[in-house]
Nanobody
Framework: QVQLVESGGGLVQAGGSLRLSCAAS????????MGWFRQAPGKEREFVAV???????NYADSVQGRFTISRDNAKNTVYLQMNSLKPEDTAVYYC?????????????????WGQGTQVTVSS
């Protein structure tokens, strides 16, 4: 059974930093893209960042230059380093993985999801 488990969320003041982790089990995702999405109250789930199997990365414009996605294939884990956090970054952050090659910024293109971790940025 495949599981993605996020950790590292919490409450932080504007301008602060958090590092999210997503540990995968049940299969390896070394050949698959893994991504981070977020969902704020009353809003659609949106793309944040993706890291491809070859370690190339893509980011939403809203987080470009502030967030960094990385992966450790030996640990089957993906990370999201979030710096210069803003109140508008407040959301539940979800880790996601594809079961096949390629990459995407669309939620429906991902096959596995974590349970989410809350990030709250106070002003």
């Amino acid at each position: 059974q495949v599981q993605l488990v996020e950790s590292g969320g919490g409450l932080v003041q504007a301008g602060g930093s958090l590092r999210l982790s997503c540990a995968a089990s049940g299969r390896t995702f070394i050949d698959s893209a893994m991504g981070w999405f977020r969902q704020a109250p009353g809003k659609e789930r949106e793309f944040v960042a993706v890291i491809r199997s070859g370690f190339r990365t893509n980011y939403a414009d809203s987080v470009q230059g502030r967030f960094t996605i990385s992966r450790d294939n030996a640990k089957n884990t993906v990370y999201l380093q979030m710096n210069s956090l803003k109140p508008e970054d407040t959301a539940v952050y979800y880790c996601a993985a594809r079961s096949r090659g390629g990459w995407s910024t669309q939620t429906y293109e991902y096959d596995y999801w974590g349970q989410g971790t809350q990030v709250t940025v106070s002003s």
